[in-house]
């Protein structure tokens, strides 16, 4: 080896008994002429690099192939998943047709506008003023009306404003008022929130919480209005469905039920082709159809939640004219 | 699908989605970065600050944004890529690039003058420098895209608009926490919530473990 | 014969101050060439001049004859043909071997011969068993020796040293100044070399040359310099520096 000895020279220096052997000129390998410096480094990211291009081209790949597979997007309310009906009901559409359904849960309006935009193939809501509406502009294919479950009023076991078994949510609602019983409401601006207001309107009064007291905005979903009322002690409108759902671990019982202004319709639309070009239609229009059928409709007459059936089977079949 | 494999599904979800959107963040923020650090150009101060306003934008304006670009009615509507991971990605990555460009910028500017001095006289030129600043910064560089995947893996604005949260296809961990405490499953959420937590806390002894080891 | 480096007429001005006045100098093949002066007077400006760091405001700057304007491709290359080595080693956040290869890397010359390159410089300054070791956690004396080695391997045609030991102990001026020697003696490098310390400039320097106010007072053989200089003021200056 060229490589000599480390030695002391005698003179308190440590430099090498061998000088610097000529090598000759330095040879120049690297095609371009200034090649970045810290080779590992420059590794480092090239190889960042081409991981990025292989993630980004096998998320391309997946989503292509996905694409393909067999599926619609529906969009709907956040009620329809909270008790638990969409989990229960689309598998079994999925094993009679071969089609699955990827929900998207959102509020009634935004579920109505993300099928305005083409982002889905059909949309189910509670809602027949705004889905009317929707049909007279032309973004629905047609419309079937499905099921139908009701909003009720829940309360504390005490009753402190009197209303266990009233079959009128008005004169319900004006007892909590009269007695200022504790009231949570959801204040979202969510299909319940509206028909809370709505009887509020019936009552002829409109609660503000900075006046009353009694009067709590909880701003959020069912299922978390209805853990705060329980905890506080409070009444609620709720959607019959989530409550059975989480009936047991709350501590509300159902004060009214059964009030004809509290039904709530249920409706599917498939998005219509016409205006939307991009939507799988002939498969929105099976769904549709499955859900007024014997086969559907019986499905969910037997969803049972807290021992309970929270929806009724009430099918008009709207698309069945549709070639 | 079992609640286990459902977990994991939901956690191999994020650290996908998350993961993928850093990478590009590296790869595209670290060197643009030092390119406006080092590199005079008409209009960098104000690129600069733009970069460093960006580091605190709001997950879910970019989320609305994206939305909005990749919906059928929007001008990117063609690739279909609303409520799928690939959006949920594109997304995500303009969250993570101003964060890992910002940082780089404040690391590679901190890199000492005589440094650069010192590499002229050894031959380097503009674009070598720059790959010798990035290395000499490498410390607060990987700091910049630890922080950017901490800020992909817990944001939720913008997954779950761009996502829709659907189940077995588009949820992640802190869209499926959003889910989870919108139903009152306070248990199912928090068990969700440790686990994220313990990505980030990994992903940040990591980091320690590189320091330590003198390799930065 | 064309000298190497040669200065024309050079003045600079930084902040309105003028500080270099006109600077006529000539450096040889091979030689190694002393700038001294008071502190301040310009000659590290010089250095960074000749080094094609800073443009002059007037005069030229000729590379074996050739002039280039500092900030082209043409300075880069000239640059590349040059080393410099300063008072503070600035090591990189690297290996001892990383920081030697560095110029290399930046010629793009083959790994298999940086190796070989670098593990002889070091040897060279004695650091091969600390050549895995982190450059920054070594000592001011170990890593002034990088540096050195850094520039050596490059075997540049030009060597610049500015103020290259002042920071050090005498142990390692002594190794440092050697090393020197020894390189212009096997390389045949030109060196010029700023230092404030005259007992160094002797030691080192074949010719020197006295910076005063802006200008060369005197430019010749180190000992005529120093034994026998013409100038009043440069024997004033003399005097005086050589006092410790």
């Known amino acids: 080896m060229w490589l000599s000895r480390v030695r002391d020279d005698g003179r308190g220096s440590f430099i090498t008994g061998h000088g610097l052997p000529d090598l000759g000129p330095m040879s120049r390998i690297h095609r371009t002429p200034r090649p970045l410096p810290w080779p590992g480094f420059v590794t480092a990211w090239r190889a960042a690099f081409g991981l990025s291009l292989l993630l980004v081209a096998a998320g ?13 997007v529906l969009a709907t309310t956040t009620s329809t998943r909270d008790s638990g009906l969409l989990d229960y009901l689309l598998p079994e559409f999925s094993r009679d047709s071969g089609i699955g359904v990827r929900y998207v849960a959102v509020g009634t309006g935004q579920a109505l506008d993300v099928a305005r935009r083409g982002d889905a193939d059909i949309v189910m809501v509670h809602a027949p003023a705004i889905e009317l509406d929707f049909m007279a502009q032309g973004h629905g294919l047609c419309r079937s009306r499905v099921m139908r479950n009701e909003f009720i009023v829940v309360g504390p076991a ?11 949510a008005t004169a319900a609602f004006a007892r909590i008022l009269s007695s200022r019983a504790l009231f949570v409401s ?65 501590d509300l019982e159902v004060d009214v039920q059964n009030d004809p202004p509290l039904q709530n319709l249920y409706s599917v639309i498939p998005v219509n082709p016409a205006l939307h070009p991009n939507v799988k239609s002939s498969w929105a229009l099976g769904f549709a159809r499955w859900l007024v059928s014997p086969r559907g409709q019986g499905l969910i007459g037997n969803y049972t939640a807290g021992g309970e059936q929270p929806f009724h089977p009430e099918a008009q079949d709207g698309c069945g004219h549709v070639g | 699908m079992s609640v286990d494999a459902e977990v994991l599904q939901i956690v191999g979800l994020s650290l ?131 922080v950017g995947f901490g800020r992909a893996v817990s944001e939720v604005g913008a997954v779950l608009i761009v996502g829709g949260n659907i189940r077995g296809h588009t949820r992640v961990l802190t869209t499926a926490i959003v889910l989870e405490t ?18 980030a806390f990994a992903v940040f002894a990591v980091l320690q473990r590189l320091q330590g080891r003198g390799v930065l | 014969m ?25 450096i040889s093949a091979g030689e190694i060439f002393a700038i001294v002066g008071p502190s301040g007077v310009g000659k590290t400006t010089t250095l960074r001049l000749l080094d094609l760091l800073d443009a002059p405001d007037s005069g030229e700057i000729r590379f074996h004859g050739a002039s280039v304007s500092v900030g082209s491709p043409a300075a880069l290359d000239q640059r590349r043909r040059m080393a410099m080595i300063m008072q503070n080693p600035s090591t990189f956040r690297a290996t001892v071997f990383e920081n030697v290869a560095y110029g290399l890397w930046l010629r793009g010359v083959d790994p298999r011969e940086i190796r070989v390159r670098v593990f002889q410089a070091l040897a060279f300054v004695g650091l091969l068993e600390a050549a895995g070791q982190r450059a920054d956690r070594l000592s001011g004396g170990e890593q002034q020796r990088i540096a050195f080695a850094r520039a050596a391997v490059l075997r540049p045609e030009v060597l610049f040293l500015d103020e290259f030991t002042a920071n050090l102990d005498p142990g390692n001026v002594r190794l440092l100044e050697q090393a020197v020697l020894r390189h212009r003696r096997e390389a045949g490098s030109t060196i010029v070399i ?7 400039a002797r030691r080192l320097a074949d010719r020197v040359g006295v910076l005063l106010e802006g200008r060369l007072a005197e430019v010749g053989p180190a000992r005529d310099i120093f034994e026998a200089s013409q100038t009043p003021e440069v024997r004033a200056f003399l005097s005086g520096e050589m006092a410790y």
Do not use: C
């Not at chain 2, 994206?66 to 995500?92: N, Y």
């Not at chain 2, 890199?111 to 650069?116: I, P, S």
């Not at chain 3, 064309?2 to 006109?22: D, N, Q, Y």
């Open chain 1, 158 to 168: 005490s009753d402190p404003a009197g209303i266990r078994g009233l079959t009128n």
């Open chain 2, 16 to 146: 996908l989605v998350a993961g993928t959107s850093t990478l590009i963040g590296f790869v595209v923020g670290a060197p643009l970065g030092a390119l406006i650090a080092l590199k005079e150009f008409p209009g960098r101060n104000f690129v600069r600050t733009l970069a460093f306003t960006f580091y605190g934008f709001p997950p879910v304006l970019a989320g609305l944004l994206v939305f909005l670009l990749l919906s059928r009615d929007g001008p990117l509507g063609a690739l279909g890529w609303l409520f799928t991971p690939i959006g949920m990605v594109i997304a995500q990555t303009f969250l993570v690039i101003p964060i890992v460009m910002g940082l780089t910028i404040s690391a590679v500017m901190a890199v000492e003058r005589r440094l650069h001095e010192t590499a002229r006289t050894l031959g380097a030129d503009d674009r070598q420098w720059r790959a010798t600043a990035l290395h000499e910064a490498r410390l607060g560089v990987v700091t910049a895209v630890m």
């Open chain 1, 186 to 250: 959801r204040a979202d601006n969510s299909g319940t929130h509206i028909m809370e207001r709505t009887i509020w309107g019936w009552v002829n009064y409109t609660p503000d919480p900075d006046v009353d007291s009694w009067y709590r905005e909880a701003g959020s979903g069912m299922a978390a209005t209805l853990e705060v009322s329980s905890q506080l002690g409070g009444y609620t409108l709720s959607d019959n469905g989530t409550f059975l759902v989480r009936r047991s671990s709350l």
């Open chain 2, 182 to 199: 919108s139903q009152a499953h306070y248990l199912e959420a928090t068990v969700l919530g440790v686990i994220l937590f313990g990505i």
């Open chain 1, 60 to 72: 391309l790949a997946v989503t292509l192939a996905s694409s393909s597979e067999a599926y619609i």
């Open chain 3, 2 to 26: 064309i000298p190497p480096l040669s200065l024309h007429g050079v003045r600079k001005s930084f902040g309105g101050k003028e500080v270099l006045r006109g600077i006529d100098a000539g």
């Open chain 3, 194 to 200: 700023v230092t404030h310390n005259l007992f160094q």
